[in-house]
Each structure stands twice: as structure tokens, then as C-alpha cells.
């Protein structure tokens, strides 16, 4: 009987150290491209990946997810201007009085802000259309963003921004595409407008140029 019993013993022993059965493996992976990202064209994701790095820290870039930025990225051209773009020297990235469509980010170079002769100081530049003169009143560079409150809330910008020292390098992006997102994540708008006031306030303490507050993005 006891010989019965050290049998039984062992047997239980030998049966918890034999290995179980492996299980199917079951792991949801985390997204991270667009659902139809399989779609695009190779050249489409290509230019979307390489240019995801140099600018997912810039306003406002950063504050959009992964998938998002490259949505904005890898949109159709009637959306996003395709790749960064360079403005030649003298070359307006935006108009004052003008309704901008686009918000552009300065990814390279520096662009000159100027306002009409007599609400600034310093070199007085002609302007188009025969408008009144303009005067420089300051400097824009890499990581500024150029007419994000005229996208965001359709008012007319408020200051002529030009290519100042040679081509000044510009992503831009389209009020169409921020709008797509926007529809699908209604909280971006509000994110949008706290930190350009916070930018605004930023500049307004440093003494430098920003265009008006408004107060809700459009859609």
C-alpha cells in the first residue's frame, strides 16, 4: 500500500513538471499607421515617414497622435501642400489683411514680420497692390509658425510675413486637413486655441509681434 501511494506521489509530481500545451499566442498590437496606410502609394508613405521626425515637436504637429500627423502628412494635395516647400527672398509666406487658408511652419531660414509704416520701426518695405507702405518690426525662424490664427478662426491676418535672409524652407497645412481631424477629435480645436494664446502671451510679454486673439478655432 505504501508502495501504491509513493507511485501515485510521483505521478503527481511528474505531472506538474511536464510543460502544458503552448496556447495560441494572442497580442493586440497597438496601431500606428493610418488604416489605409497598405494603400497609399509607396512614394506617399515614403515622403510621410521621413518628414514625421523633423516636425512632430513643432506647433501643431505635437499635438496630434502618431497616426493623425501622418494622416496630415500623407494627405491629398488639394489638403496638404506636398512636401516641405521653399519661399524665395522677398517672397510673402502671408499678407496681412488676407484670409489664410494655410498655416505655414518655418522649418528653415528666416522670414521678416511687418506691419504698415507707423505701428512699427525700421525699414520700410513696399507692399502690393498699392497698399500702404510696410515696416519691419521683427524676425520669425525655424519652429515659428506663420498664420495659424487666421486658419484657426478665418479673421484676416494681421501682419505681412516675407522671406527676409535668402529661401526660407515652409511646411504647410491646410485648413481642410486640420478640419478632417478636428471632425473626428473635436478636442483638438480647444487644445489648439489654449496653447496659441499661451504662445501669444509668450510673445506679447517678450515685445514681439503675434497676431490677434480670437476666441474659438473653426472647424
Known sequence: QRQGQQQQQQQRLSSKQQPRKSEPLRVRLQRTRPADWDAWPRPRRLAAESTLPHVRHLFPFHLLTEIELLELLGSSPDAFAPGPARVPLGRDIATRGVESHRMAVILSGVAGVYLPHGDGTGIVAASGGGEQPLAFVGELSAGDTVGEMS???????????????????VLEVSKTALARIMSRRPTLADDLARVVADRRAALEAAGDIETPAAATPRP
Do not use: E, H, W
Open 151 to 169: 486658419l484657426l478662426t478665418g479673421a484676416p491676418v494681421s501682419a505681412t510675413v516675407r522671406a527676409l535672409r535668402g529661401d526660407v524652407q
